[in-house]
């Protein structure tokens, strides 16, 4: 274990790893404390990027602080740190999500330092996918990933892809009819427009990936009112390949699990050679999520879905720098 101090340099550079993650439309809803003279580093969650129509209970809030803390645990991993980590360690407090030692028990995530080059690689692709099979030792890999954080990942059979894509028809559907969803949808996209956020966050333009010509694949169009103009049309794979993450509980406890589960799932996969997109829609309806299982699995509750391929890899979408999110106490 190193003895290296703790310093600002440091923790800013393990922040900065840390911020790649995937979050829900890319609101980055974390924030980090580093008190001087310790060793540990606090997760926050960040109400004011809560999503209170798409999330009303703020799982994917967890989620995407999970998958900021299983980065901070790679980051760590790299600096020959090993990390401790405490989950919802204040229950006063339910916005501390996590305290993170670094300097843990020797051999801690020791694995993670080979996960670390994928950080900076690993994109969201919404783009068309070959038909190319993935090998069945790539799939087992990545169930044994989220394996490691606790969770499942499985990969359904037909009927279950055919039931599981209905749901994301539906989803689109249910997006369609709800004036404060799409309005919500809109704050967090990014198409040069007047009077949009800021562009260290949301969705950018050129993310959105083409439009398809059928609907096929479960990629969701963050352009439905059309309003990028010269977008290209593609058409998509025919058969998706699917895969879900879950837990058998559905608690708080578990939505930050499922986070670092779907980041370890998504770095391995980038080093793996495999493009993937993230597929929440019907996840964020409570009608659809309960049908989204797979009732002879042992995984009770669905936290994501994903498409996963062999395409063109996404482009990096925007974070913001490490002095917006990181505080030193």
Not at 59 to 66: Q, T
Not at 264 to 283: E, I, K, N, W
Not at 291 to 306: E, Q
Not at 315 to 323: E, G
């Amino acid at each position: 274990m190193s003895t290296t101090a703790l310093t600002r340099p440091l923790v800013t550079s393990l922040i900065e790893d840390a911020v790649t993650a995937p979050s829900m439309h890319n609101a980055q809803p974390w924030k980090f404390v580093h008190r001087t003279g310790t060793d540990t580093i606090e997760l926050h969650g960040d109400p004011e990027r809560a999503m209170p129509h798409e999330d009303r209970d703020h799982r994917a809030l967890h989620l995407g602080c999970g998958a900021a803390l299983f980065g901070l645990r790679v980051a760590a991993a790299h600096h020959g740190r090993p990390a401790g980590t405490r989950l919802l360690p204040d229950p006063a407090d339910p916005w501390h999500l996590a305290d993170v030692r670094l300097g843990g028990p020797e051999g801690a995530d020791s694995d993670l330092d080979a996960l670390h080059p994928a950080l900076p690689r690993r994109h969201t692709s919404r783009s068309p996918f070959s038909e190319e099979e993935i090998p069945s030792e790539v799939v087992d890999g990545l169930c044994s990933a989220a394996l490691l954080e606790g969770c499942g990942l499985i990969v359904p059979g037909a009927w279950h892809t055919d039931t599981v894509l209905r749901l994301v028809h539906e989803s689109q559907m249910f997006e369609a009819a709800d004036a404060a969803v799409r309005a919500e949808i809109a704050a967090w996209t990014r198409t040069g427009a007047a009077g949009e956020g800021p562009e260290t966050e949301g969705i950018p333009s050129y993310a959105f990936g083409p439009r398809q010509y059928d609907v096929t694949a479960p990629v969701r169009d963050f352009d439905s009112r059309r309003r990028v103009p010269g977008r290209a049309s593609a058409v998509f794979e025919k058969r998706p390949r699917i895969a879900l993450l879950g837990t058998v509980e559905d608690t708080r406890e578990d939505w930050l699990k499922a986070g670092q589960a779907m980041h370890r799932v998504l770095l391995r996969a980038t080093l793996d050679g495999l493009s993937a997109s993230l597929m929440s829609q019907p996840l964020e309806w409570p009608e659809l999520r309960s049908v989204a299982r797979d009732p002879g699995s042992a995984l009770g509750f669905v936290h994501m879905m994903f498409r996963l391929g062999y395409g063109p890899p996404g482009r990096a979408t925007p974070r913001r720098p490490a002095a917006d999110v990181l505080t030193f106490v």
